[in-house]
């Protein structure tokens, strides 16, 4: 299984960002979809998730109303939806697919910058 982001870079304070995540060698569906995110000199920590055969979200409080998670199954790609973005929000941002049972699978990361 390979994810693979895409989509990240440089945008002003205020402004919106949609990151991409693409999945190969298996089905999406099976799959809880998961973004994180790590700053420099942090940890990694979990940014939003979807459920696997599930529209369910789940959130980190400081993007709530901000971002947005969604998946195309049909795809094999779920997305990160980034409004009203903040310096804080600058990291490198990863995508990772999860399910019982299995590994879990990340991509390399794609970077976000939140600057004027």
């Known amino acids: 299984v390979h994810v693979v982001e895409s989509g990240g870079g440089l945008v002003q304070p205020g402004g919106s960002l949609s990151v991409s995540c693409v999945v190969s060698g298996s089905t999406i569906r099976w799959y809880t979809m998961s973004w994180y995110r790590q700053a420099s000199g942090q940890e990694r920590e979990l940014v939003a998730q979807i459920f696997s055969y599930s529209t369910i979200t789940k959130y980190q409080e400081s993007v709530k109303g901000r971002f947005t998670i969604s998946r195309d199954d049909d795809k094999n790609t779920a997305y990160l939806q980034m409004n009203r973005l903040k310096p804080e929000d600058t990291a490198v941002y990863y995508c990772?697919?999860?399910?019982?049972?299995?590994?879990?699978?990340w991509g390399q990361g794609t970077q976000v910058t939140v600057s004027s």
């Open positions: 990772a697919a999860s399910r019982p049972g299995d590994p879990t699978y």
